[in-house]
C-alpha cells in the first residue's frame, strides 16, 4: 500500500458533524483534479476522507466552514480505501489469485457492498475491492441488526466500534473484548 502512494502523499481525516451527503458533495467540490472521497462512513455525523494530501486539506477547511464540528487528521502512512489504492488492491488480487478460497459455510458480511458471500471469486474480489472503495460501516451494522443480529462484540485491543455501533444501533446489545478480564465477563453472559 505504500508503494501505491509514497509517504506523504496521502492522507485521511475525520469529519465530525456533517451529513454523509454533505462530506461527500464537499469533496467533490475540492477534487481539483486530485483524489478526495469519503471511504469510511463510521456513524451517524462521523465520516472519514481519504486521497491526496493538499485535497484532503482543502476538503477539511470546506467541512469547517460547512460547520464541522471537527475535522481532524488521522495519524496514518496512507490514504485507505480510495482510489489511489486501487494500483495495491491490484498487486492483492493478484497474490489473492494463487490462494485457494473454499465456499464459506458462515454468514460474512462484507462492508464494501453489505452483501453476504459465499462463492469463492465474490469473496476475493470483495477482498480486493476494499482497499479501494468505502467502508459502508453503519449500512453494514444496520443490515446485520435487520437480519436478526441484537448482541454485538468487537474482538481487539480497544472499544472504537462498541462507540460507533451503539451510535447506529442503540437498542443492540454492544461489548468489547479487549483483555482477560472482558473476556471472563462476555463468558459468563454466554453460559448464564
Same mark, same amino acid.
Given at each position: 500500500?505504500?508503494?501505491? @502512494? =509514497? ?22 467540490? $475540492?477534487?481539483?483534479?486530485?483524489? $478526495?472521497?469519503? @471511504? ?6 462521523? @465520516? ?7 485535497? @484532503?486539506? #482543502? ?5 469547517? *466552514?460547512?460547520?464541522?464540528? #471537527? ?6 502512512? $496512507? ?7 486501487? +494500483?495495491?488492491?491490484? *498487486?492483492?488480487?493478484?497474490? /489473492?489469485? +494463487? ?6 459455510? +458462515? ?10 458471500? +459465499?462463492? =469463492? ?5 470483495? &477482498?480486493? *475491492?476494499?482497499?479501494?472503495? =468505502? $467502508? ?24 472504537? &466500534?462498541?462507540? &460507533?455501533?451503539? #451510535?447506529?444501533?442503540? *437498542? ?10 472482558? &473476556?471472563?465477563?462476555? /463468558? ?5
Amino acid at each position: 500500500m505504500q508503494k501505491s @502512494v =509514497p509517504a506523504g502523499t496521502g492522507a485521511m481525516a475525520a469529519i465530525l458533524g456533517l451529513e454523509d451527503h454533505q462530506v461527500i458533495s464537499i469533496c467533490s467540490q $475540492v477534487e481539483n483534479n486530485e483524489v $478526495v472521497s469519503a @471511504v469510511n462512513f463510521n456513524a451517524p455525523g462521523q @465520516v472519514v476522507i481519504a486521497g491526496n494530501t493538499s485535497a @484532503v486539506e #482543502r476538503a477539511m477547511q470546506a467541512a469547517k *466552514e460547512a460547520g464541522a464540528k #471537527r475535522a481532524l487528521l488521522l495519524p496514518v502512512s $496512507v490514504p485507505s480505501h480510495c482510489a489511489l489504492m486501487k +494500483s495495491a488492491a491490484d *498487486e492483492l488480487d493478484s497474490h /489473492l489469485q +494463487s490462494i485457494t478460497f473454499n465456499t464459506a459455510k +458462515s454468514t460474512l458480511i462484507h462492508n464494501v457492498d453489505v452483501a453476504a458471500h +459465499s462463492a =469463492p471469486d465474490v469473496i476475493r474480489n470483495a &477482498l480486493k *475491492e476494499q482497499l479501494f472503495k =468505502p $467502508v459502508r460501516w453503519v449500512d453494514t451494522v444496520k443490515f446485520m441488526h435487520e437480519q436478526g443480529v441484537t448482541s454485538f462484540v468487537e474482538c481487539g485491543p480497544g472499544k472504537v &466500534l462498541l462507540g &460507533l455501533n451503539k #451510535r447506529i444501533v442503540k *437498542e443492540a446489545e454492544h461489548m468489547a473484548i479487549y483483555d482477560s478480564e472482558s &473476556l471472563n465477563k462476555l /463468558l459468563e453472559l454466554v453460559n448464564d
